[in-house]
Each structure stands twice: as structure tokens, then as C-alpha cells.
């Protein structure tokens, strides 16, 4: 890693924070006003999130979700410049700029919070790396009693705790019960962001489903992911996941790639 990946690294560490505050705050009702300038509720929003030196893995992204499909950009961290790209690259998909400041960008779990928090219904999210050949995954959810999420059944698009039994999705795509997840957060003040530690308000309520510090979700990493810790609150009270049936090349996610491309010292396969 050079000096000037160091000194970027230690840059968006200290803006993180700051840009979250604004994201949290200040963006929650410029996304509510956009989308009612530009969203009819007829049917679930799509949001796309995009990072920094994506743009051409999301275009494959974007061709493969129907015209009439209401999908949204949410521009995360991008220049000017990037946004203007965006915008005439892709005129039909309306483009939201988040308030981040120079050179840094929110992370994915502060995103999610604020999708939530702005839309009043349902919603979905789709990664720019998620290609989703089969449309079924879109159209909208009839919920059964205690569903809080539903997500994709195909291998690589969730991790099975094996202590717990818990199977929970990753986030390639979701569709998320708005209602659901905002009482989660009235009640219990969980969201999608990454968590190092079990609330202490928690740590009883998720022992009971076997989940806690000595057993994260992910069994392997020392923390609660994107949206985990949320779930697994949700499980603890009993509710389920919708697993969505996609037929074999239905879908596919390539990963990886907005990380390789924005983290300071990390180069893509094949770049120099």
C-alpha cells in the first residue's frame, strides 16, 4: 500500500462518520420528496446502489430489469461528473445523489437504513453485480403472516449458521417488508448496519435462538454483517423468510467488485 492509499484510507475513515450523519438525517426527507416526484406506488421500488467505478458492471444490471419496473439509482459517493455519466447513460432510471462528502461514500448498511426509513411500503434492493435473468424475483410479494424479508433460494445467496440452524440471506437481492422493519427498529433499535458487540438489551432474546457473541451469524467473522443482527432479532420473535424460487442461470452475482474498485490498495484481478 503506498502513502497515498494510506492517507485516503485514514481520509474516508474520518468522513464515514460525518457523512453518516447526514445520510441518517438530511436524506431521509430528500428521499422521501423524490420519490414522490417520481415514483407512483403502484408496485415496489427496485433500488441500485452505486459506488464509485461500477458503472460497467451495472449496465448489464440495468438491461435485464423491464422498463415498466419503478428502479432507482442511488448514487453513493460519485462525483459530479460520475452522476452525469449516470444520468445520460441510463435517462429512463431516475438517479439520487446521497450527501457524502468528497472522495468518500456510505456503507452499504447506512444505505439500507435510510431506504427503509424513506419508503413508505415495501422495497427492493438489487446489487449492480446482481444479474437477475429470470424477472420473477421483481414482481410483488404477498406476504404470509410473520414474513419479514424475502430473498433469493439459490446457492450463494445465503449463509447457514450451523450452530443455530439459522439460515440467513445475503443481500445480493432483497425484498424487504417495510413495516416490519421499521417496527423492528421502534422496538429494539436494530437497523442493516454492521454491529461488533450484542446489545446488551438483546443478548438473552438471541441466545434463545442460539446467536450472540460467542456465535455471529456469520460463524467466521467477528461481528454482525449488513442487516444480521436485524435478522436475527426477527428470528428470535419467530418470523420467517420468504425464500424465492429461481430457476438454475436465473440469476447471477459476480461480487467483489465496488470493494476491488474503492478500497485504497486493493487492485482488481488483472489490473497493475
Not at 500500500?1 to 431521509?28: C, E, F, K
Not at 449458521?161 to 417496527?183: I, K, W
Amino acid at each position: 500500500m503506498t502513502p497515498l492509499d494510506l492517507l485516503r484510507r485514514s481520509y474516508r475513515r474520518l468522513a464515514r462518520p460525518l457523512g453518516r450523519g447526514l445520510v441518517r438525517g438530511h436524506d431521509v426527507g430528500r428521499l422521501r420528496r423524490f420519490l414522490g416526484r417520481y415514483w407512483d406506488g403502484a408496485r415496489p421500488p427496485v433500488f441500485v446502489i452505486v459506488l464509485p467505478n461500477t458503472i460497467g458492471w451495472l449496465e448489464p444490471c440495468l438491461k435485464l430489469v423491464a422498463p415498466e419496473v419503478p428502479l432507482f439509482l442511488i448514487a453513493n459517493g460519485l462525483s459530479k461528473r460520475a452522476r452525469r455519466e449516470l444520468a445520460g447513460q441510463f435517462p429512463q432510471r431516475p438517479v439520487f445523489a446521497l450527501s457524502t462528502l468528497p472522495d468518500a461514500y456510505a456503507k452499504h448498511g447506512t444505505v439500507l437504513d435510510l431506504l427503509i426509513a424513506a419508503t413508505p411500503g415495501d422495497l427492493m434492493v438489487l446489487d449492480h453485480d446482481c444479474y437477475l435473468f429470470d424477472p420473477a424475483p421483481l414482481a410483488p410479494v404477498a406476504w404470509q403472516p410473520g414474513e419479514f424479508i424475502a430473498a433469493i433460494d439459490r446457492p450463494g445467496f445465503s449463509t447457514v449458521n450451523r450452530a443455530s440452524g439459522l439460515r440467513f440471506p445475503r443481500t445480493h437481492f432483497l425484498v424487504l417488508h417495510g413495516a416490519m422493519m421499521r417496527d423492528l427498529r421502534r422496538r429494539f433499535g436494530v437497523g442493516c448496519e454492521k454491529v461488533r458487540y450484542t446489545p446488551r438489551c438483546l443478548v438473552e432474546r438471541l441466545a434463545a435462538v442460539g446467536i450472540g457473541d460467542q456465535n455471529y451469524p456469520p460463524a467466521a467473522m467477528p461481528f454482525y454483517d449488513t442487516l444480521q443482527l436485524a435478522m436475527a432479532v426477527a428470528f428470535a420473535e419467530g418470523r420467517r423468510v420468504r425464500w424465492l424460487p429461481v430457476a438454475d442461470g436465473g440469476i447471477a452475482h459476480i461480487g467483489g467488485t465496488a470493494r476491488a474498485r474503492n478500497q485504497p490498495g486493493l487492485r482488481p484481478a488483472g489490473e497493475e
